[in-house]
């Protein structure tokens, strides 16, 4: 019998500059997706929530989604393969909206990583620099960002437990 651990995030050795990971899977955004999300966040803009006003007085003719929806997507798809085992987000240093975003579009997402830099003060730790994009169901880059990530090295990352014991197989 093989156990499989899936990995969630990386450590500072397994960064390489260049290297790409594409998230899977893309996300559908709903209208609704786009509604709790814009009263979550205190967002009342009728651009995101009313049919008429979005047809009747924009130059779009139809609701576009938040663009902070948009961006949560696209970092969310890149935590397991970026900072699911950071010690900490430290900066976003870009935020770009390239295209709107419309219900129905389904976004994916790709990061890159930049460089790395390991800690001079506490050599357990590095700072990944990457760069994300999110694209539509048209190939669109419709969200762009860079962002820092503290992390920890191979040797001291903390060991996943979890909440009962490993023989529950047995």
């Known amino acids: 019998m093989t156990i499989y651990d899936r990995p969630f995030g990386r450590c500072f050795e397994d960064f390489e500059p260049g290297d790409v990971y594409r998230h899977w899977p893309g996300k559908t955004i709903t209208e609704s997706d786009d509604h709790l999300f814009c009263m979550l966040t205190m967002n009342h803009h009728p651009l995101h929530t009313n049919e008429w006003f979005a047809a009747n007085e924009t130059v779009h003719g139809r609701n576009v989604v938040v663009g902070n929806l948009v ?10 393969d970026v900072s699911g085992s950071a010690i900490a987000n430290l900066e976003v240093e870009s935020l770009v909206h390239r295209y709107p975003t419309f219900h129905g579009d389904t976004i994916y997402a790709e990061t890159r990583v930049l460089d790395k830099v390991l800690s001079s003060s506490k050599p357990d730790r590095g700072v990944v620099r990457v760069e994300s994009k999110g694209f ?8 762009s960002f860079r962002r820092k990530v503290m992390v920890w090295t191979r040797d001291a990352a903390p060991v996943r437990r979890r909440p009962y014991p490993d023989d529950v197989w047995s």
């Open 136 to 143: 539509n169901q048209r190939g669109e880059e419709v969200c």
């Open 71 to 80: 961006y949560s997507l696209v970092l969310g798809m890149s935590v397991p």
